[in-house]
């Protein structure tokens, strides 16, 4: 079982930026995906971004050149960073993790992130 925290959303402008976190309850080191995941108003969730255990990113097209997830091993944690923010990117943002041992998926609660002028 591993429970998943998020942290860091809030109001920013477009163009602006913003760090989101995950936090875990145990060691992410046998966790084989790891990731983020939005749904905005309205709108069913979709992908941001995963990372594996070795440390591969993959992106949704929406984000590539503007997001990158990053991986802590050692510490637990699991960070979106978002820069050249749009309004689109506006939704809760799920942390997300998946052991293919088990055939197990995780979500956290989520964080709001509000694109706005």
């Known amino acids: 079982q591993v429970q998943l925290v998020e942290s860091g959303g809030g109001l920013v402008q477009p163009g602006g930026s913003l760090r989101v976190s995950c936090t875990t309850s145990?060691?992410?080191?046998?966790?084989?995906?790891m990731g983020w995941y939005r749904q905005a108003p309205g709108k069913q969730r979709e992908l941001v971004a995963t990372i594996t255990r070795s440390g591969s990113p993959n992106y949704a097209d929406s984000g590539k050149g503007r997001f990158t997830i990053f991986r802590d091993n050692a510490k637990n944690t699991v960070d979106l960073q978002m820069n050249s923010l749009k309004p689109e990117d506006t939704g809760i943002y799920y942390c997300y993790a998946k052991t293919y041992v088990g055939g197990m998926d995780y979500w956290g609660k989520g964080t709001l992130v509000t694109v706005s002028s």
């Open positions: 145990r060691s992410i080191f046998s966790i084989d995906i």
